[in-house]
């Protein structure tokens, strides 16, 4: 088992930078794909970047590609968003998730049923 634990949201102007922060505990997080989704009342829940298990590799949903960053740190068991250029569609609440790679390319973990374990979510606003 994987517990996830979010932090970092918090109220923003548009063009402000934040970092979420994931932590996570239970087990180590070194063989996971972790990744970043974000969700708005009455939609879905979309995919915003993940990264590989040794964090050499990196993809991104097109709406946020060139403003956030993924990133991860398996000593302190921690995954991060660097999230700047904030636009007010960025207002949602970010959950961090884990996965297992159970074939096929980890690339290819973009949808929510691909990850095994979440955390309980950020809220990020950001107001125009």
């Known amino acids: 088992q994987v517990q996830l634990a979010e932090s970092g949201g918090r109220l923003a102007q548009a063009g402000d930078s934040l970092r979420l922060s994931c932590a996570a505990s239970?087990?180590?997080?070194?063989?996971?794909?972790m990744a970043w989704f974000r969700q708005t009342v009455g939609k879905d829940r979309e995919f915003v970047a993940a990264?590989?298990?040794?964090?050499?590799?990196?993809i991104y949903a097109d709406s946020v590609k060139g403003r956030f960053t993924i990133s991860r740190d398996n000593v302190k068991n921690t995954e991060y968003l660097q999230m700047n250029s904030l636009e007010p569609e960025d207002t949602a609440v970010y959950y961090c998730?884990?996965?297992?790679?159970?074939?096929?390319?980890?690339?290819?973990?973009?949808?929510?049923?691909?990850?095994?374990?979440w955390g309980q979510g950020t809220q990020v606003t950001v107001s125009s």
């Open positions: 998730a884990a996965g297992a790679v159970r074939g096929g390319p980890w690339h290819r973990m973009t949808r929510d049923r691909d990850y095994d374990y």
């Open positions: 239970g087990r180590t997080i070194n063989t996971y794909v």
């Open positions: 990264i590989s298990w040794s964090g050499s590799s990196t």
